[in-house]
Every structure is written in structure tokens, then in C-alpha cells.
């Protein structure tokens, strides 16, 4: 029989919903839940027993678990040996915490290595949280700003529409294009990448084009740019952010800083009332004055840093991530059984450390 160890998450999500943890139970798993793991995502306590899983401590769940799952990693890590961690792990920016496990002798899936195919994408976790990113920083964007963001014709006189840039048309990117069409706004998409220009304008937005650009990319991302394209990126920012209310920046690069698009003077440019909302601030922010979980004002814009926007709808990005972790381990669990097969693309590619092994190349590579 698997057993599953389900931590609470500092940021209010939770890695598996009572609905879920009853499709695993039926199917013969052990489901060990901390106590109050689901509650900021209104998933009390006794819908979790409803369902046919045991509530415990945290300590509880490092000792019942053969298998912990969790939306981020645990600072308070305890993993023994031949336990495996399941989770957002973001190892190609913290190469530190697939050490940790490694050093447990345990395994970890890294989420956020699951292969862009076609196969996997009922388990990908990264997709599902990036629409909500994408939702919900139009969202907030929209609360910040000192005007409304549809165009309005009133007997007191017309009100023009918001102009928003969403720069980098990723799964963020492109809802948060979606989601301010919906609103009324003008929208601009901007992506290096050929095929991310043309869904920009499947749309309905206009596309921003500069010339120059690599456009291959790596993993379903753009790749590094060269010095002199992110400088002439950087100027037509700054000419674009002039007549711009609402920026959207997601641009990411795996295992580096997220490039600097929005420079101070774009920021200077901006109208009176601007908001920047910055999904990459995690990873060093698309701005020159991101701060991670901060608003900062610079100019005439507020810059939003918030590195968990997802868990700002916590029961829509929860039942989600459950659902991706469900199908996961459907492929994962075999005759009752926790069983990896490392012919399957998807089994390998996230497969990061197999007890105290790093098999992933970026870890290999940079082995001392």
C-alpha cells in the first residue's frame, strides 16, 4: 500500500483537495493530511476524514508518508531515506534544495520539470497556476489603478479605454490578455518567440514586434537574448510605456535572473496612476525596481512584486494543483505500488534525485 503525506503550504494552497484525496483512497493509497492543511483554501478538517484521510501533525506526516506532496518546497525539510518529495521546486534557480534531498538518500519530483508534451499536460502544474497568474494579476491591476478600464460612453462624456502591454505570451500572458479583453481594455502583446505572436493576435490584441530576437526556445521558454537586442528591447519599452497604463512582464529565462525590460525611465514614461504587475519577481523581476511580496512606487507606477499570486485564489489554484498531482501519481502508481519507470519521458524528465542520485543534466553539470 502507498502512503501519502499531504504538508501544509505557507501560502494557503494545498497540494491535494478532499475530492481528490477520495479518488486515491478508493484506489487503496493511505492519505495522511496535516491538520488544517486546507483551511485558508476552505477545505476544513472533516471534509478530509469525509474522505478517507487521517488528519495528523506535521511531524506525523514526514513519519507516515512514503510519499510527501506539498505545492512548495518545505523549509522544514525532513525527509528520510527512500521517501520521495513531491512539489514546485524551481532546482534550475535553488540547485541547494535538490541537494538537501539528496542528501536524505530520498527522491524528488520537480514539478516544474514536467515536460511541455501533449501526454503530460493533464499534470502540468506550472500551466494550471500560470492562468490563475495570468487572471489574476489583470485583477489586480484593474483594483490598483485609478481608472476604469473599459472604454464608456456616459451623458457626462467618454471615457477612453485602459492600454495595457502584456509582455511574454506564455500561459500567464496570454489568460492575462484574455482576461483584459473581457474588461475592455486596448491590449498590446509582446513575445520574441514567432508562435506566441500569432496566438497574441488570435486574441484579439496587436502585436509589438522588434526585429532581432532569438526566437527558438528551451522547454516551452524563450531562450537568453543577446546584450544589444535587450538594449533596443529596453527603448521600445520606454516609448511603448508612454501611452501605457497597465504593464504585465512574465518573462523568464530557466536557471537565470529574469531579464530587466522595464527600466527606470519606462517607469518615468508611464502616465500618472501607472501599474506594473511583475510575475517574474521571484526570479529577480522584469523591472529595475522589483521587490519580491512588495508594492513599489517609482515614478509615475506602482510596481506589484507579488511571487505567489496564485494562492490569492486559493481554492481555484488548490483544486487545480490536486487535480495535476492526481493524474501524476495515477502514472506514478502501478499494482499498489509507487513504481518509477524511467522510459516514460515523464517519469524521467521531473524525476530530479533518485535516492541520492541527481539525474537531472543541469544538476550533473555542475557537480563539484
Same mark, same amino acid.
Given at each position: 500500500?502507498?502512503?501519502?503525506?499531504?504538508?501544509?503550504?505557507?501560502?494557503?494552497?494545498?497540494?491535494?483537495?478532499?475530492? %481528490?484525496?477520495?479518488?486515491?483512497?478508493?484506489?487503496?493509497?493511505?492519505?495522511?493530511?496535516?491538520?488544517?492543511?486546507?483551511?485558508? @483554501?476552505?477545505?476544513?478538517?472533516?471534509?478530509?476524514?469525509?474522505?478517507? #484521510?487521517?488528519?495528523?501533525?506535521?511531524?506525523? /506526516?514526514?513519519?507516515?508518508?512514503?510519499?510527501?506532496?506539498?505545492?512548495?518546497?518545505?523549509?522544514?525539510?525532513?525527509?528520510?531515506?527512500?521517501?520521495?518529495?513531491?512539489?514546485?521546486?524551481?532546482?534550475?534557480?535553488?540547485? %541547494?534544495?535538490?541537494?538537501?534531498?539528496? %542528501?536524505?538518500?530520498?527522491?524528488?519530483? #520537480?514539478?516544474?520539470?514536467?515536460?511541455?508534451?501533449?501526454?503530460?499536460?493533464?499534470?502540468?502544474?506550472?500551466?494550471?497556476?500560470?492562468?490563475?497568474?495570468?487572471? *489574476? #494579476?489583470?485583477?489586480?491591476?484593474? *483594483? $490598483?489603478?485609478?481608472?476604469?478600464?473599459?472604454?464608456?460612453?456616459?451623458?457626462?462624456?467618454?471615457? =477612453?479605454?485602459?492600454?495595457?502591454?502584456?509582455?511574454?505570451?506564455?500561459?500567464?500572458?496570454?489568460?492575462?490578455?484574455?482576461?483584459?479583453?473581457?474588461?475592455?481594455?486596448?491590449?498590446?502583446?509582446?513575445?520574441?518567440?514567432?508562435?506566441?505572436?500569432?496566438?497574441?493576435?488570435?486574441?484579439? #490584441?496587436?502585436?509589438?514586434?522588434?526585429?532581432?530576437?532569438?526566437?527558438?526556445?528551451?522547454?516551452?521558454?524563450?531562450?537568453?537574448?543577446?546584450?544589444?537586442? $535587450?538594449?533596443?528591447?529596453?527603448?521600445?519599452?520606454? =516609448?511603448?510605456?508612454?501611452?501605457?497604463?497597465?504593464?504585465?512582464?512574465?518573462? /523568464?529565462?530557466?536557471?537565470?535572473?529574469?531579464?530587466?525590460?522595464?527600466?527606470? =525611465?519606462?517607469?518615468?514614461?508611464?502616465?500618472?496612476?501607472?501599474?506594473?504587475?511583475?510575475?517574474? @519577481?521571484?526570479?529577480?523581476?522584469?523591472?529595475? /525596481?522589483?521587490?519580491?511580496?512588495?508594492?513599489?512606487?517609482?515614478?509615475?507606477? =506602482?510596481?506589484?512584486?507579488?511571487?505567489?499570486?496564485?494562492?490569492?485564489?486559493?481554492?481555484?489554484?488548490?483544486?487545480?494543483?490536486?487535480?495535476?498531482?492526481?493524474?501524476?501519481?495515477?502514472?506514478?502508481?502501478?499494482?499498489?505500488?509507487?513504481?518509477?519507470?524511467?522510459? %516514460?519521458?515523464?517519469?524521467?524528465?521531473?524525476?530530479?534525485?533518485?535516492?541520492?542520485?541527481?539525474?537531472?543534466?543541469?544538476?550533473?553539470?555542475?557537480?563539484?
Amino acid at each position: 500500500m502507498v502512503r501519502v503525506g499531504v504538508l501544509k503550504d505557507s501560502d494557503g494552497r494545498v497540494a491535494l483537495v478532499p475530492q %481528490d484525496a477520495a479518488s486515491l483512497v478508493k484506489k487503496g493509497v493511505e492519505v495522511f493530511v496535516e491538520k488544517e492543511a486546507g483551511l485558508n @483554501a476552505l477545505f476544513d478538517n472533516k471534509e478530509y476524514e469525509e474522505a478517507g #484521510a487521517k488528519i495528523v501533525t506535521r511531524e506525523e /506526516v514526514y513519519s507516515n508518508g512514503d510519499v510527501i506532496i506539498s505545492v512548495n518546497f518545505p523549509l522544514d525539510l525532513k525527509l528520510r531515506e527512500g521517501q520521495t518529495l513531491i512539489c514546485l521546486t524551481y532546482f534550475l534557480w535553488h540547485r %541547494d534544495r535538490a541537494l538537501k534531498v539528496a %542528501d536524505a538518500n530520498a527522491t524528488l519530483i #520537480a514539478l516544474d520539470a514536467i515536460p511541455r508534451i501533449t501526454r503530460a499536460q493533464s499534470m502540468d502544474v506550472l500551466s494550471s497556476q500560470a492562468t490563475i497568474a495570468g487572471y *489574476e #494579476a489583470v485583477i489586480l491591476g484593474a *483594483e $490598483l489603478l485609478p481608472i476604469l478600464m473599459p472604454m464608456l460612453s456616459t451623458a457626462a462624456g467618454m471615457v =477612453k479605454p485602459v492600454e495595457v502591454l502584456v509582455i511574454g505570451a506564455g500561459v500567464a500572458g496570454l489568460q492575462a490578455i484574455a482576461t483584459a479583453k473581457r474588461l475592455g481594455a486596448r491590449i498590446t502583446g509582446y513575445d520574441v518567440r514567432e508562435s506566441a505572436q500569432e496566438e497574441i493576435r488570435s486574441l484579439g #490584441a496587436q502585436v509589438l514586434q522588434l526585429e532581432g530576437a532569438r526566437t527558438e526556445e528551451k522547454g516551452g521558454y524563450a531562450v537568453e537574448q543577446p546584450e544589444e537586442f $535587450l538594449k533596443r528591447q529596453q527603448e521600445t519599452f520606454e =516609448k511603448q510605456a508612454s501611452r501605457t497604463n497597465l504593464i504585465i512582464t512574465s518573462a /523568464v529565462v530557466p536557471g537565470t535572473k529574469a531579464p530587466v525590460l522595464i527600466t527606470k =525611465k519606462a517607469l518615468e514614461n508611464m502616465p500618472a496612476g501607472s501599474v506594473v504587475v511583475d510575475l517574474a @519577481a521571484q526570479f529577480g523581476g522584469n523591472t529595475e /525596481v522589483t521587490k519580491p511580496d512588495e508594492i513599489v512606487e517609482y515614478g509615475n507606477a =506602482k510596481v506589484v512584486g507579488y511571487t505567489s499570486l496564485p494562492a490569492r485564489k486559493p481554492r481555484t489554484a488548490s483544486t487545480l494543483f490536486s487535480k495535476n498531482i492526481v493524474n501524476l501519481l495515477g502514472l506514478l502508481i502501478k499494482d499498489e505500488e509507487f513504481q518509477f519507470d524511467f522510459s %516514460d519521458q515523464i517519469i524521467n524528465d521531473c524525476t530530479i534525485v533518485y535516492n541520492s542520485e541527481l539525474r537531472h543534466p543541469a544538476l550533473k553539470s555542475k557537480e563539484q
